[in-house]
Every structure is written in structure tokens, then in C-alpha cells.
């Protein structure tokens, strides 16, 4: 599986971002599918994640801003960036979980991984 994110950018503070990751060398409409992030000198962590089996979850410091979505007949997962922060300032990743799964948030759930698409949000 490949993995193509794209969408990043700068934005101020308060303003919205739609990131997208196209997905190709196999279907994943039944696969679990999350974003995670990467800020400067900190580990990855997770943002979202979407399931055939248990719908959207999210983290705590994304909630109610953010929103993951999927487009089987494209292949492709979203994630609606609105009322960002300079904090959300991180190279943001897609990755593919596994077939049937639930929508987890441990990275070691995932096995392919995008490129990242760098987001930064200015005050």
C-alpha cells in the first residue's frame, strides 16, 4: 500500500486546513485508517482514526475541532483541520491499520505509513 498525503500549508491561527491521503496498491474501505503528527523534537502522536467497526475517534487536544472522514470510492481519507492553533503546528501523517480493525491510537497498530504533510499555524 502507498500512501500520498497532501493539503498542508500555512494557516494563522484560527483558520482551517483539509488534509487529504490518497491511497493506492490496494482497497482500504475496510481497513482502519488514522492521522497521526510529528512536532519538532517530540514523538508521534495520534490525532484521529476511522474504522469499518467502531466509526471515528480522536484525541483530546483535537476534539471538536477536527474531523476524519473517508471516501471509499476514492480511496481517500480526510482530516478537516478548523479553529487551529499554533500548537497543531507538526508534520502530519496517514497510515493504514489493519483489515477489520477498530480505530486505534498506538502507532505500532499501523502498518504503512505516508510521506507526512507539514502543517504550521502562526499566532
Known amino acids: 500500500v502507498q500512501l500520498q498525503a497532501s493539503g498542508g500549508g500555512l494557516v494563522q491561527a484560527g483558520g482551517s486546513l483539509r488534509l487529504s491521503c490518497a491511497a493506492s496498491g490496494r482497497t482500504v474501505s475496510l481497513y482502519a485508517m488514522g492521522w497521526f503528527r510529528q512536532a519538532p523534537g517530540k514523538d508521534r502522536e495520534f490525532v484521529a482514526a476511522?474504522?469499518?467497526?467502531?466509526?471515528?475517534v480522536y484525541a483530546d487536544s483535537v476534539k471538536g475541532r477536527f474531523t476524519i472522514s473517508r471516501d471509499n470510492t476514492e480511496n481517500t481519507v480526510y482530516l478537516q483541520m478548523n479553529r487551529l492553533k499554533p500548537e497543531d503546528t507538526a508534520v502530519y501523517y496517514c497510515?493504514?491499520?489493519?483489515?477489520?480493525?477498530?480505530?486505534?491510537?498506538?502507532?505500532?497498530?499501523?502498518?504503512?505509513w505516508g510521506q507526512g504533510t507539514l502543517v504550521t499555524v502562526s499566532s
Open positions: 497510515a493504514v491499520g489493519p483489515k477489520y480493525g477498530s480505530s486505534r491510537s498506538g502507532t505500532g497498530e499501523y502498518a504503512y
Open positions: 476511522v474504522s469499518y467497526v467502531d466509526g471515528t
